[in-house]
């Protein structure tokens, strides 16, 4: 298997990364390229999808005979629950996401999550973390692996590569983004963290960490 990048292409595989105790495999979907992330325990085999985004027959390719438990959906953007009512209805996974964005969801949310939440997959555990900013909504999830796993934070359209998400020029709303990703992300997490966006490639957030003077000021 190829080392993994986060490099994916819509219409073009998945990128596999096996870490232990979880494989991640990352799948770009959709005209708008949302990134969808199938998280598997390997322990168990208990599977957890971050963002049913689009192309509801790739999503389900992805997960395959093992069954899904769970779908977390970052935020209530159109873009990233399109595929959700099949998800569901073909899997029977349990939908969670911040009671903020629940009304936007085109199924209902039967787990709720604030910050400081966990959702295990199988014997792993994903911590909540509430961004508010883009959505009022928005989640990440913070996956501490075992050993030399690393630290690993599935991000939704909070934090990129270059900065933070679109808060549609809304000095209130980019403070608290920002205020959010540097507080609960930047301030306890290693830089080693790696990134996992709702679209594009991946990063680090030490990587990012030197430029967010630059970002607050720049007001996006």
């Known amino acids: 298997m190829s080392p993994y990048t986060g490099d994916v ?13 979880l494989t991640i ?14 998280l598997r325990c390997t322990a168990t085999g208990e599977q957890l999808l971050v963002d049913a985004a689009a192309e ?34 073909e899997t029977g996974a349990e939908t969670v996401a911040h009671p903020a964005d629940a009304a936007d969801l085109p199924v209902p949310v039967r ?6 939440d966990t959702v295990a997959v199988g014997e792993q555990v994903l911590e909540v973390v509430h961004l508010r900013g883009h959505t009022p909504g928005s989640i ?11 630290t690993h934070v599935f ?18 709303r980019f403070a608290s983004l920002i205020d ?8 306890v997490l290693p830089d080693d963290t790696w990134v996992y966006p709702g679209h594009g490639k991946d990063t680090t957030l030490g ?11 720049r007001g996006w």
């Open 207 to 217: 990587a990012e960490r030197p430029h967010l003077g630059e970002w607050r000021a």
């Open 25 to 38: 495999s990352k799948l770009a979907v959709s005209e708008m390229a949302n990134n969808a992330y199938l």
């Open 155 to 172: 991000t939704g359209d909070s934090l990129f590569p270059g900065g933070v998400g679109n808060t549609q020029q809304d000095p209130a």
């Open 9 to 21: 292409e819509v219409g073009g595989p998945a990128d596999v990364r096996e870490l232990p105790g």
């Open 140 to 150: 990440a999830l913070v996956w501490r692996g075992p050993g030399d796993a690393g």
């Open 180 to 187: 959010d990703v540097e507080q609960r992300l930047f301030d």
């Open 111 to 116: 787990r709720p999550v604030e910050h400081g």
């Open 56 to 89: 509801p027959d790739a999503l389900l390719a992805l997960v395959g005979d093992g069954g899904l438990r769970t779908v977390v959906t970052t935020h209530g953007h159109w873009d990233h629950h399109r595929a959700l009512p099949r998800v569901v209805e």
